[in-house]
């Protein structure tokens, strides 16, 4: 006299996701002291896909090193390669020393780059200095 119980599983479907066909877009290439961090997007802004040299696999002061932001810039490329991008306009920010091995790679790896623009922030005499240090 055993009952039988019939369990339904729900099954979730997942959407397909869309690949849009973007020619001309944003690269973001964000290098500090510590870390270079490049995004792309499109004309709007909306992100199409990002790396950083720690996602590339280097740790510690490697991730610094102009030899690391080439290569996130390679990952980067491989990653987001369905959406055909072709130009992208360059954004710079930061003083590390992956900025410049980043926009070369995004030559190497055949992007046509429209324009390089340096939006580092630079303060207007904003935040009082510590004192100086007398030895």
Same mark, same amino acid.
């Given at each position: 006299?055993?009952?039988?119980?019939?369990?339904?599983?729900?099954?979730?479907?997942?959407?397909?996701?869309?690949?849009?066909?973007?020619?001309?877009?944003?690269?973001?290439?964000?290098?500090?002291?510590?870390?270079?961090?490049?995004?792309?997007?499109?004309?709007?802004?909306?992100?199409?896909?990002?790396?950083?040299?720690?996602? *590339?696999?280097?740790?510690?002061?490697?991730?610094?090193?102009?030899? *690391?932001?080439?290569?996130?810039?390679?990952?980067?490329?491989?990653?987001?390669?369905?959406?055909?991008?072709?130009?992208?306009?360059?954004?710079?920010?930061?003083?590390?020393?992956?900025?410049?091995?980043?926009?070369? *790679?995004?030559?190497?790896?055949?992007?046509?780059?429209?324009?390089?623009?340096?939006?580092?922030?630079?303060?207007?005499?904003?935040?009082?200095?510590?004192?100086?240090?007398?030895?």
């Amino acid at each position: 006299m055993t009952t039988k119980e019939v369990k339904t599983a729900k099954v979730k479907t997942k959407k397909k996701k869309i690949v849009k066909q973007v020619l001309r877009g944003n690269a973001h290439i964000f290098a500090s002291y510590n870390n270079t961090i490049v995004t792309i997007t499109d004309p709007n802004g909306n992100a199409l896909g990002w790396a950083s040299s720690g996602m *590339a696999g280097f740790k510690g002061p490697k991730k610094a090193t102009p030899y *690391a932001s080439t290569m996130v810039v390679k990952m980067l490329i491989d990653k987001i390669a369905d959406y055909g991008l072709k130009e992208v306009n360059v954004y710079v920010k930061g003083i590390g020393q992956g900025r410049e091995g980043a926009v070369r *790679a995004l030559y190497a790896n055949g992007l046509n780059v429209l324009s390089i623009n340096d939006v580092t922030p630079i303060p207007h005499n904003g935040c009082r200095q510590p004192k100086r240090r007398r030895v």
